[in-house]
């Protein structure tokens, strides 16, 4: 049972944030960085600018430098790789960049050196090799929806160790958000971060990780246990357990992953009833959740029935991110405006997480 710690924290002003995290490191089994290595890892799903709510604010971020260095740490390094990752890509708009050289500490392109790791099934994946030989890993997450997912937090966050590209590519393989979630818990086995914090200061609802709207939440939450301080950032949100494929499949694999101690505020007292969630349709009944995906197995892609993106003309700029991303290659351009191969498409929302200018919206 690991130890998940909760508190307030309203805005990103640096020495609230920093005494918020001290709090959150004193109340938990925060490890031994003295003369270590720490990696952190950002959510850094694309370089969008601080107000957006997409990316770990880089005030927490450098809190957490400061707090690092007071303990002693050796090397600091930040790193992640978006979705759609540039050569020689630097975290300019999301003030990362900012941070990193403000304190001294190093950027880490997950691009650059990489080992080959199985992932899923036989899938086998590039993963950041700076991931594998940090001393400590610590992910620093962000409070989001997500269309997908339901929910992203600090298990989601280490989808990030693969590199660019090869992420979208994977939904090739795991196309359910059941087999998405034993690949994040495979990730998991390979690297799981030793601390997690998630940046719950403004979080995002409805249509995320990078559409929803932005909300309001006023918490930083942290443990040594990644789906532990998942589970209880879904309470806040107001989700039940089986709504989430990842905590789902994490106790399918061990009947206590998700036992905690919450050492500060318990999230059962901090729901937010009104926080607006993702709501699929789940299948009901024997027959449509275990007999028909087994009926439907060889017919793969023709299962799915998962609601698919729609484009809106007014929006769209034409910047083809979302055409570059798609795994399926369902996507191109016709008469000036995108056109989508519906029996091709995977619903794995890679397209609506990276168009910059909200154009891809999800409805059942
Ligand atoms: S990413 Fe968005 S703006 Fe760019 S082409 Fe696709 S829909 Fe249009
Ligand atoms: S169109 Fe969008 S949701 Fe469909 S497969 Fe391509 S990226 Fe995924």
């Known amino acids: 049972m690991s130890k998940v710690a909760i508190t307030k924290c309203n805005g990103y002003e640096l020495d609230k944030a920093v005494s918020a995290i001290r709090v959150l490191m004193e109340n938990t089994d925060f490890p031994q960085v003295s003369g270590k290595d720490v990696l952190i890892k950002t959510n850094l799903l694309s370089d969008a600018k601080p107000e957006?709510?997409?990316?770990?604010?880089?005030?927490?971020?450098?809190?957490l430098i400061i707090l690092l260095k007071e303990r002693g740490a050796n090397k600091i390094a930040v790193g992640d790789s978006p979705g759609l990752q540039t050569p020689n890509f630097k975290p300019i708009h999301s003030g990362i960049l900012e941070v990193i050289e403000k304190t001294g500490t190093t950027w880490i392109d997950f691009t650059k050196?990489?080992?080959?790791?199985?992932?899923?099934?036989?899938?086998?994946?590039?993963?950041?090799?700076?991931?594998?030989?940090?001393?400590i890993l610590i992910s620093a997450a962000k409070f989001k929806?997500?269309?997908?997912?339901?929910?992203?937090?600090?298990?989601?966050?280490?989808?990030?160790?693969?590199?660019?590209?090869?992420?979208?590519?994977l939904h090739?393989?795991?196309?359910?958000?059941?087999?998405?979630?034993?690949?994040?818990?495979?990730?998991?086995?390979?690297?799981?971060?030793?601390?997690?914090?998630?940046?719950?200061?403004?979080?995002?609802?409805?249509?995320?990780?990078?559409?929803?709207?932005?909300?309001?939440?006023?918490?930083?939450?942290?443990?040594?246990n990644p789906l532990q301080l998942d589970d209880a950032e879904r309470i806040i949100m107001g989700y039940k357990k089986k709504d989430i494929p990842i905590l789902r499949a994490a106790i399918k694999r061990d009947d206590h992953a998700l036992d905690s101690e919450y050492t500060l505020l318990d999230p059962n007292g901090l729901v937010i009833q009104d926080f607006e969630i993702i709501k699929r349709k789940r299948k009901k009944g024997l027959f449509s959740s275990l007999l028909l995906p087994f009926l439907r197995r060889p017919?793969?892609?023709?299962?799915?029935?998962?609601?698919?993106?729609?484009?809106?003309?007014?929006?769209?700029?034409?910047?083809?991110r979302c055409i570059e991303i798609c795994p399926a290659k369902a996507l191109s351009i016709k008469?000036?405006?995108?056109?989508?191969?519906?029996?091709?498409c995977i619903s794995c929302y890679c397209c609506s997480e990276v168009c910059p200018f909200g154009a891809i919206s999800i409805k059942e």
């Open 52 to 63: 957006k709510g997409i990316t770990t604010n880089p005030i927490i971020i450098e809190a």
């Open 299 to 320: 017919f793969a892609n023709r299962g799915n029935k998962r609601p698919k993106p729609k484009f809106d003309k007014d929006k769209c700029r034409l910047c083809k």
């Open 335 to 344: 008469d000036g405006t995108i056109d989508i191969k519906i029996k091709k």
């Open 113 to 135: 050196e990489t080992i080959e790791k199985r992932v899923y099934k036989k899938t086998k994946a590039p993963i950041s090799k700076a991931v594998l030989d940090a001393d």
């Open 172 to 224: 090739l393989s795991a196309t359910s958000p059941d087999s998405f979630a034993s690949l994040i818990l495979n990730l998991l086995d390979i690297r799981k971060p030793d601390w997690s914090i998630i940046d719950a200061v403004i979080g995002m609802e409805g249509s995320g990780p990078s559409n929803g709207n932005l909300r309001h939440i006023g918490l930083l939450m942290a443990s040594n």
């Open 145 to 169: 929806t997500h269309e997908l997912m339901n929910a992203t937090g600090a298990s989601k966050n280490m989808f990030g160790i693969i590199p660019s590209i090869h992420k979208s590519k």
